[in-house]
């Protein structure tokens, strides 16, 4: 699987950005797509996830209902649309997947093929 990663970029505290995941080469129907974050100085975070086969999702505490996850797939393309972003949501966004048939709740912090990342900085 292929995972090619867009949107970061610098935003303002409380402001918006989208980021899209393009993906390719599956193997298998089902899986599980979305977003892991890695921040200076903190653990690997499990953002955002969506199983393909129900769109059943999976939300990090501290991104709830600032961000949605949404899925084409028609393109095979993942989003994650991030508002009132916050100056702790900075870092970078790695898009992931694990094929196969898996709880988005479970796997989102273990998602095992990654892309290459993009930056997102919120800052003043």
């Known amino acids: 699987v292929q995972l090619v990663e867009s949107g970061g970029g610098l935003v303002q505290p409380g402001g918006s950005l989208r980021l899209s995941c393009a993906a390719s080469g599956f193997t298998e129907d089902d899986y599980v797509i979305g977003w892991i974050r890695q921040a200076p100085g903190k653990e690997r975070e499990g953002v955002s996830c969506?199983?393909?086969?129900?769109?059943?999702?999976y939300y990090g505490d501290s991104v709830k209902g600032r961000f949605t996850i949404s899925r084409d797939s028609a393109k095979n393309t993942v989003y994650l649309q991030m508002n009132n972003l916050k100056l702790e949501d900075t870092g970078v966004y790695y898009c992931?997947?694990?094929?196969?048939?898996?709880?988005?709740?479970?796997?989102?912090?273990?998602?095992?093929?990654w892309g290459q990342g993009t930056l997102v900085t919120v800052s003043s």
């Open positions: 992931a997947v694990t094929e196969g048939d898996f709880d988005p709740n479970v796997v989102c912090r273990a998602l095992d093929i």
């Open positions: 969506i199983y393909s086969f129900d769109g059943s999702t």
